[in-house]
């Protein structure tokens, strides 16, 4: 549904019904998602108080039914990718994660949500010292460079609306 309909159903609610409706402003909440997996590796550095913090992470993204909106983010499969793997503490995992949510807030397409993707993480390597806020930004550094690799398409949006009424109005269930 686009903003024309939109308005075309706010006329009608006026018209037909002879209810002032006020809708607020109108828009359209289109969301992206991506139609064949993508690859990206990068090695993001950056110097803070004379301190250099470095990650090198490698990330592939998988169009997936996600559940309750949620991204999916795993470890990679295959022997190399296990292995580099082992030292990823949970800690790094929730910072790679909450680099890969925010990267999926603003798509490369129109910049609207990223949604019904996966995210393998296929490859991650960190200096020492490197600060969490680093990671977090490396990986939606390295997402947000998939996915302007991918294939992105637009969603069809979803309307959801709430009629909220002062009187009593029958409805189909009450009569």
Not at 83 to 112: D, H, Y
Not at 134 to 140: Q, T
Not at 145 to 161: H, K, M, R, T, Y
């Amino acid at each position: 549904m686009g903003e024309l309909h939109l308005e075309i159903i706010q006329e009608r609610l006026k018209t037909e019904f002879k209810v002032d409706a006020d809708l607020g402003k109108l828009m359209v909440a289109y969301k992206e998602t991506i139609t064949e997996p993508s690859l990206n590796r990068i090695t993001f550095e950056r110097k803070l108080a004379d301190q250099k913090h470095s990650v090198v992470i490698e990330v592939e993204v998988h169009p997936k039914k996600a559940e309750a909106g949620h991204p999916i983010v795993r470890k990679g499969q295959g022997k190399e990718v296990q292995e580099n793997l082992k030292m990823l503490t949970e800690r790094q995992l929730r910072c790679i994660t909450n680099g890969v949510e925010a990267s999926l807030r603003s798509g490369p397409k129109i910049s609207f949500q990223v949604i019904d993707v996966e995210v393998l993480i296929n490859f991650f390597q960190i200096g020492r010292g490197t600060s969490e806020t680093i990671i977090e930004a490396a990986a939606a550094t390295c997402v947000r460079g998939a996915l302007q690799n991918a294939a992105v398409c637009l969603l069809e949006p979803i309307v959801s609306l709430e009629v909220i009424s002062r009187r009593k109005v029958p409805t189909c269930s009450s009569r």
